[in-house]
């Protein structure tokens, strides 16, 4: 068991990949936590997507694959933006026809190649081995962008998240707090691609968050319980490729659906106890005792209370 966990982190080039996917998982933490929120994984993975045409063209020209996804994704960010505000589009229709179009472009590009099989793989489910110094420079960086941009947005994306017309009574500017959102999920996504890929980022972007939300009520500490749950799914993925011979990628994002399963799971539980516990609970010879049944009277009060908040 001990050989199992240690030897893998004996390896160089495995603690930088651990070291890599910590700071993904924070950032995808933070961000996913919103995407969440506000029912926005359909835009991660289209922004996913997206990223495919800027990284062929980069690696048929020589360039960084990385400027080029960036320079695709918020090409693609824009494109959304422009559609929605100008045409007569939903926003989901846009993100679908854009989605479709620039994956597509991605794949023509991609099968135009001859140079592209080992290439296409790492462009689609990451290659978190191959971190080296100056990507986790990187991912630190978008880090420290993440935490400042969320904290200085979070009052307008609060607002906004329950009612857009309050933001904007309030001053909150909601427009430019969604522009700031789509901004966060565009550099979660392309910071995310050296670790999981285009196709497997969702996972890791909405997994954590999902797993954490059971579990608090407030916004802040569910960005940090997913933080955490995505730095254990990047171990927990690691370890299982090291020792199963399975791709790192596709282990680590399994792993984090996989701890959202079993959080749902648990806490479905704990709340079935909970009730069966409350239903049970101690009567006197007449019926309920006064506690509870004024507990049982305040129950309307409270859910009234619940929903304004």
Sequence with gaps: MSSWLLDPLSTAFVLRALTGGVLVALICGIVGTWVVIRGMAFLGEAIGHGMLPGVAIAT????????????????????????QRRGRLSYDTSIGLLFVGMLSLGVIIVSHSRTFATDATAMLFGDILAVDLGDIALLAGA???????????HRAFVASAFDRRIAHTLGLRPRRAQLALVGLVTLAVVSSYQAVGSLLVVGLLLAPAVAARPWTTRIPVTMALAGAIGALSVLVGLLVSW???????????????????LSGVVRSSIDRMR??????GPETADGPTHASATARSREPHIARTAAIR
């Design 275 to 280: 009730r069966r516990t409350a239903a049970h």
């Design 143 to 153: 880090l420290v962008v993440t935490v400042a941009v969320a904290a200085l947005f």
């Design 60 to 83: 048929v020209l020589g360039l960084p694959v990385l400027i080029g996804g960036a320079v695709s994704a918020v090409a693609m960010s824009a494109a959304i933006g422009a559609l």
């Design 243 to 261: 020792n199963a011979g399975t791709a790192a990628g596709a282990s680590i994002a399994g792993s984090a659906i996989l701890l959202a399963a």
